[in-house]
DNA sequence: CGGAATCCCCGGCGATACTG
DNA sequence: CAGTATCGCCGGGGATTCCG
């Protein structure tokens, strides 16, 4: 299993990568952002539009789901596609690279899901020692 | 691929859950947050103590340290021990929990790692863009 | 050694209003 | 339809100090 030796630790220190800077930390950013997930995981069914998103994650404003999309659109995870009608319709999808991306997440969420029952016994007595 | 349906999303509304009550999104902020995976990566290595995990993750300071291994231990993700010696020392150490989790974490840096020269790519695009 | 307590700042995020 | 602009809060997280 890879783990973080000292050798591993000297090397980001050497390159001056740091939490703030590493660039997988900032890949990591989009699973713990709020929103993120949640839009990867409706693209997962196929494209949709802006206002099909907006319906489909029921408490989000149209700030934060644009936000969302353009931080996920800059990293080459969704791919957002203009259609010159009227009125006009933008279509947002996942790329390649995001049909990548989305199962590792799933893989994560489905443990966690997997392992509730454990996690929140350990909560339990966490709370009540 | 698992995606979020109508009635999945419906299934969610009808039990009140949302994005800041979900028990697996407070899972996956571990992943999000600053410090919890570094901590766990070091741990994968073996147990370790307070000050070498301090002195493992060059710019953590006491409190974040103290505060990110508190919400792994809570979540049974982390074991803590203290031995009663003088001076007092503290063990951490992965659970069987955390030792299922890690891998998935790593799955997921991993293919970040891999996939950082598309990423890159698709920033410098969309910046110049 | 392994923390806990306090102070403070910055930025994420929500609410609201406006636009091509 | 698909956004942008502006305001304001509140909480995460760093720096510092103190403690058994």
Redesign the interface.
Known sequence: ??????TR?DF??AHGI??DNC???Q???H?????P??IL??L??GPRRFNELLR?L??ISKRMLTQSLRNL????IVRREVFDTKPPSVSYSLTE?GQ??????????????T??P??????DA??RG
Request: proline share 8%; aromatic share 8%; hydrophobic share 50%.
């Open positions: 299993m890879p783990v973080v030796t000292e630790v980001w220190q740091n939490p660039p997988v930390r890949v990591l950013d699973v713990s952002a709020k929103w997930v949640l995981m409706v997962g069914g489909a029921p408490d659109e800059r990293d080459g690279l990548g991306f989305l199962p590792r997440v799933l893989a994560l969420a489905d443990w966690a899901e392992s509730m454990r996690i929140l016994a350990a909560r966490y709370d």
